[in-house]
Each structure stands twice: as C-alpha cells, then as structure tokens.
C-alpha cells in the first residue's frame, strides 16, 4: 500500500525497527529520517522500546518527532509468529512493513535482517540512512558518525564493512 490521498502524491512507506532510530538519536540526527524519507513508521513495541529503554539507552519519545507515526500491526499472529525467531518491535516492525507494503524497513540486527529479506522486505540500516544521507549532502562526512557508533554505542562494525561503507560514500 502506498501512502496517498485524492490529490497526493504517492509516498513510499518506511517502517523502522529500534536499533537505527537510538542510533541516529544518539548522533543527534533523527530528523535526517524526514529528509530522506518523510514519515517513517514505528510499531507501538518499538515506542515503547525506545520510551523506555533500561540503563544503557537514554529515554527517546517518538512522539516529539511528528514525522515519526506511531502504529499497531493489525494481524497480532504474524507478530506472535515473528517472535518465535525475533523480539517484539522487531518482529512488529516486520509485520508493519508487510501489511504496508513499505519501501523499506530500517532494522540492523542480523537476524532481523535475515528475516526481512526472507519476507521480501528491502532492508536498510543505519549504516545506509548515513550513507544516503551523505549522498543528498545532509552530512558531510560519515567516518566520524560510524567511529561514534563504535565506540560510543557499541556498535558491531567489521572493519570490511567499514571500509566497504566509506568506499561507496567516497571517503
């Protein structure tokens, strides 16, 4: 489904996991979600993920953000379903992006990922809203965000990957 109305244009649906919106948090950088892709959508798991996210993460209200929509997947099954391999937001991030038929889902774990791609889900990560970002100029250079994400969150980079990401953003 696309996001459109009598006399809109077709908008692309963006549904989003936890991971990358922490991320870009973390970076100050939540509003490069609207420049690259307008609205983006959150399950209410992955609001309360990031509402309350334990020690390690500072709290983050979805709600401060009005390009950031906050929605239940309709069909609780296939999250319940989901959540034999995933945890809630993400398994209700997937179920979201399904029942949209979105553009993309921005998730990073591994298994979120696998999954994603196993559904026929376009998945993107934060490494890649960074380097779409830098692509559009919204940033000007993304090694020092990615060494931040390193060291700062913890981050799981591979130096390939690392080297591979900057290549193709020309750094």
Known sequence: RQDEGPGTVAVAIVVSDTSPIRALHHLAMVGVLEQ?????????????????????????????????????PRDEARVRSLEEKLDRGEAAALALALEHNARYVLIDERDGRRIARELGLTVVGVLGILSEAKGRGLVPAIEPLLRRLQRELDFRLTPGLISEVLRQAGE
């Open 36 to 72: 690259l892709y307008g609205r983006v959508y959150l399950p209410e798991a992955v609001a309360q993920e990031l509402r309350r996210p334990g020690r390690r993460f500072p709290a983050f209200e979805p709600g401060a953000y009005p390009f950031l929509v906050v929605e239940s």
